[in-house]
Structure formats: structure tokens, C-alpha cells
């Protein structure tokens, strides 16, 4: 299946609801840093997300110090942000 790069206005309308999230341009993505109470959260966070985005096959960029979870969306085989993107954002912000 490919997956299409959204276009600016698909962009907007998606970010407008994804009000924790930044458009990262240089990239064509989506960044967010959370900051959790400690490690352990950080990383429950980060071990939750794993699952969802190993059923997705959609994986994060991100990095984690102590509680602070950095993380970047962009799909590569679109060349930039897709619907995939936004829904793993969505399911991110659902759990934090």
C-alpha cells in the first residue's frame, strides 16, 4: 500500500487538533517533547508506544532523557507527513 504525503491544507487541519504537536518543516513532520514525573513513566510511555507502532509498522524517532520523551513523526516512504503520522499522534496524545 502507499502512503501519500498530506498536502499543506490536510497539514493544518490535522495540526489544528494536534495542539501539542509543532511542524517541523526541515523535516516535513511533527515534533512533541513530553515530560513525564520520572523514568519509569518515560518509559512505560515509550514501551506502550512500541506496541502501537509495531502493529501500525509505523515507527517513531525519538529519545529519552530520565523523564523527558522527545519524539519526531515523518514517514519516509511518503516523503514526509502522512495520515499515518497523525494517527499514531493521536494515539500518543491518548496516552500521555
Request: hydrophobic share 45%.
Amino acid at each position: 500500500m502507499t502512503v501519500q504525503r498530506l498536502d499543506d491544507a490536510a497539514r493544518e487541519e490535522a495540526l489544528k487538533e494536534l495542539t501539542e504537536w509543532s511542524f517541523d518543516a526541515d523535516r516535513d513532520g511533527i515534533r512533541r517533547l513530553i515530560t513525564f514525573d520520572d523514568f519509569a513513566a518515560a518509559f512505560a510511555f515509550m514501551a506502550h508506544v512500541a506496541i502501537l507502532a509495531e502493529k501500525a509498522d509505523h515507527h517513531p524517532e525519538w529519545s529519552n532523557v530520565y523523564n523527558r520523551v522527545e519524539i519526531l513523526l515523518t514517514t519516509h516512504d511518503a516523503g514526509g507527513l502522512s495520515q499515518r503520522d497523525i494517527d499514531l499522534a493521536r494515539q500518543m496524545d491518548a496516552i500521555v
